[in-house]
């Protein structure tokens, strides 16, 4: 018997707009581009996805099990922009088959610089989706699956059950990941492992012409699982999956309303959520992870958020206000704003050369672009502490 | 094979990309084998050169030369009529001489060329092929170009069997303004000698922002000195250097007084090679804010000597550089803030002129040289 664990990741970023070294009192945030991208994406694959969702359950009952992590920022975009899609989100919420992951409130690399810092986001997320779905995550997911030792000890003691990252070779050798694994150094939190095959063969290869699975159909696909040997399979995808990378010409949607009933007329096929794999199986082996892993591209490391000098420089700089800009609420919210990993990610020059995969929603010509608004809006940010902070203090 | 080659300017004496562009093709097509027999007009320094299966024929008298021995070139002084004479004259003299000799494909580039490039073909019926480097529109940034100079070089789209150009935009001009037929027109970038330039060194950041180019309209001088003017608002301690000579000097120097700026600019007039060199290198920021830029070579000269750099979007170098900053030629807050951000944030330049210095890898001459053996196989 194999437990298919469906989770879905939904984030959007709060982009910034542009700020040059002579702009005054100009907002930080594009406020335009992110409705219209916010309400793009709900037109073409929050909304359509989530009703898909609903008539599963409706129609299958228990049996269709799903997860969700929605990041803070998305949340508070979809309060101003598309309350609808949060409706939608709670109905899913309401009928029990949902559940709900812990993450960083602002999609953040706090992880990366600070665990005080990393544990205040979590528990601000944690408070948001208290209020919103009525529910006390016992999973955590860092942001793009970033992971290590230290990030796995940190979350056990926050009392997570559970922490999601990437099932890559680099930490499971020869190891499958439809198992259970114990993190090094932890008693009670396992780990749940993304097979980055099987997700990658909707989020990716879908629509692929050049993949000789191509195309893709439902009853293909839960005949693989059907002969995947482990106790839990664990597809992880981005939401913008549905619609927005896989087009809905593509047949993404076909596929989604077919797959959960393939799949069960598997007698060794169910579904599970991620507590309810945790608490059916038990971690065959430990996993020693010293250096941090992501979910991200080929090298599956940080390096696309922190490999070049303008994303290290950018990022030091900003870490380096956390004493300083927790005087003063305002700020803080923009500080921890801007530390969205998608600003340093469009400041990622490794293949941008090639014409970048991952240029979808980027709002800028160049990483360079990306660079100097973000360092512009950065030393405004600090020019107002040091002003605002004075005037406290007189 | 053997190329009959019509070129106007060789090194030393060039005003622009042409020029290079002709050195670097005859240099390396005759490494590669091919026979080449370059025709230039005939001028007062020495053009000849010891390149490997090149014969460089000086066509003309000193009297017909277009090269004003007091330095500056005809060209910067706009066409006077005696300019349309000696074109006239040295196509004359080219069809004179060439019959004279023996070739299988003729090769003109732009239109001081081109009139010698139809006749020969006419009279020997050996394939054309027509390099555009420029066009008149280009030359004079759209304003008041030269109708006769469009007609010539109207005509010799029309009659050559296949037409270079240097960028893709360049190739969509001639066929909305010359209605070049889509098929005959080939695109073949400009390329850099990068091993001839310094590469990554140590930046002494002196806060040098350098122009480099003719001081014509079609250069965009004086959109960088409002960028200039901008950039001293936010930062005092920069230097603009505005190397090159023109037509616009005077005007350009009236400007920076009138912009109050003028203490911050350095106009250096003709630079050497070796000056040139070291212009590259000691700037911090190399700016190319061109109205009309078919490819912009200087460009990747910068870039050949690691200094991070500012091109204007419609210049062709554009459609092949990514990590560099692209910007409206008149849109001078923008490059004034890429300036200021340039010279603020040191680890951009490292980041930018790293990766662009890697992307020259693929656009050598050796390269153009090989693209033009295939045209040539083609016309």
């Known amino acids: ?394 | 094979m053997r190329v009959l080659i019509l070129g106007w300017e060789f090194p030393p004496a060039k005003t622009g990309g042409l020029g290079t562009h002709c050195y670097e093709l005859v240099k390396n097509l005759g490494r590669k084998g091919i026979g080449v027999l370059l025709f230039i007009p005939k001028k007062s320094g020495d053009a000849r050169r010891n390149l490997q299966n090149v014969e460089i024929v000086e066509v003309g008298s000193l009297s017909s030369n277009p090269y004003n021995p007091t330095g500056s070139t005809t060209f910067e002084q706009g066409y006077g009529w005696s300019f349309f004479d000696e074109v006239r004259a040295f196509n004359e003299e080219c069809v004179a001489v060439a019959s004279t000799r023996q070739f299988d494909i003729i090769h003109c580039h732009d239109w001081m060329t081109i009139p010698a490039g139809q006749e020969l073909k006419k009279r020997t019926g050996k394939p054309l092929v027509f390099t555009i480097h420029s066009t008149e529109y280009d030359r004079t940034a759209n304003l008041y170009p030269f109708r006769s100079i469009i007609d010539v070089e109207k005509k010799g789209i029309d009659e050559a069997d296949l037409v270079i150009t240097v960028s893709s935009n360049m190739k969509e001009q001639l066929m909305e303004r010359y209605e070049a037929d889509e098929n005959k027109v080939a695109v073949i970038y400009n390329g850099v000698d990068y091993l001839r330039f310094p590469g990554i060194t140590e930046k002494g950041h002196r806060n040098i922002v350098l122009f480099l180019g003719r001081l014509t309209n079609q250069k965009g001088p004086d959109f960088f000195l409002h960028a200039a003017a901008k950039v001293l608002e936010k930062e005092s301690n920069v230097l603009f250097v505005v190397a090159g000579q023109g037509e616009k000097l005077p005007e350009l120097i009236g400007e920076a007084i009138s912009l109050g700026i003028i203490d911050h600019v350095v106009f250096t007039g003709y630079l050497s090679d070796e000056e040139l060199l070291r212009a590259y290198e000691m700037a911090d920021v190399y700016v190319m804010p061109s109205v009309a830029e078919p490819f912009g070579i200087t460009a990747l000269e910068a870039i050949a000597s690691g200094t991070p750099t500012i091109v204007s979007k419609n210049a062709g170098v554009s459609e092949r550089i990514k990590h560099c900053f692209k910007v409206d030629y008149w849109d001078t807050w923008d490059i004034a803030n890429k300036i200021v951000c340039i010279l603020r944030y040191h680890v951009l330049g490292e980041c930018m002129r790293r990766n662009s210095l890697e992307e020259l890898k693929g656009l050598g001459w050796d390269r153009v040289a090989q693209q033009t053996i295939e045209a040539y196989r083609r016309a």
Request: a negative charge; one cysteine or more; charged letters at 25%.
């Open chain 1, 1 to 394: 018997m194999a437990s298919v664990c469906l989770y879905f990741q939904i984030h959007q970023p709060t982009r910034l707009g542009k700020f040059t070294v002579f702009s005054e009192k100009v907002p930080y945030f594009d406020d335009d581009r992110n409705r219209k991208y916010l309400e793009r994406a709900a037109m073409k694959c929050y909304l359509p996805t989530n009703a898909t969702l609903l008539d599963l359950i409706d129609d299958i009952g228990e049996r269709f099990r799903i997860a969700f992590s929605l990041t803070g920022v998305f949340i508070e975009q979809c309060q101003k922009y598309s309350p609808e899609v949060l409706e939608s989100l709670k109905q899913l919420s309401d009928t029990g088959n949902v559940e709900f992951l812990s993450e960083t409130y602002y999609h953040s690399l706090a992880a990366l610089f600070s665990l005080e810092e990393f544990e205040k986001q979590i528990m601000l997320h944690r408070g948001l989706i208290r209020d919103l779905f009525n529910q006390g995550p016992k999973v955590f997911r860092n942001t793009e699956a970033m992971y290590s030792n230290e990030i796995a000890e940190t979350v056990e003691k926050l009392g997570y059950d559970g922490i999601i990252t990437e099932g890559h070779e680099s930490i499971l050798g020869w190891r499958s990941p439809n198992y259970l694994y114990r993190p090094e150094g932890c008693k009670s939190i396992v780990a749940l492992l993304r097979n980055y095959k099987l997700s990658d063969d909707i989020g990716f290869r879908f629509s692929a012409p050049w993949w000789k699975e191509y195309p893709l159909t439902a009853d293909k696909y839960a005949k693989w699982l059907s002969a995947c040997e482990g106790d839990c399979i664990n597809i992880f995808l981005d939401y913008e999956t549905f619609g927005e990378h896989q087009w809905k010409e593509t047949g993404i949607f076909e596929f989604l309303e077919t797959m959960p009933y393939e799949i069960l007329t598997y007698e060794n096929l169910d579904f599970k959520t991620p507590s309810e794999i945790i608490e059916a199986y038990k971690p065959v082996g430990v996993i020693d992870v010293p250096k941090v892993i992501s979910w991200a591209d080929i090298q599956r490391d940080t390096s696309a958020w922190l490999e070049n000098e303008m994303q290290r420089s950018a990022f030091e700089q900003m870490a380096k206000l956390e004493r300083s800009v927790k005087t003063n609420r305002e700020l803080l919210h923009i500080w921890r704003l801007l530390q969205t990993s998608d600003h340093f990610y469009y400041m990622c020059t490794k293949w941008f050369a090639d014409g970048d995969v991952h240029k979808y929603f980027n709002p800028y010509d160049s990483p360079y672009d990306a660079f100097i608004n973000y360092m512009n809006i950065l030393q405004d940010l600090k020019r107002r502490l040091a002003t605002e902070s004075k005037l406290i203090s007189f």
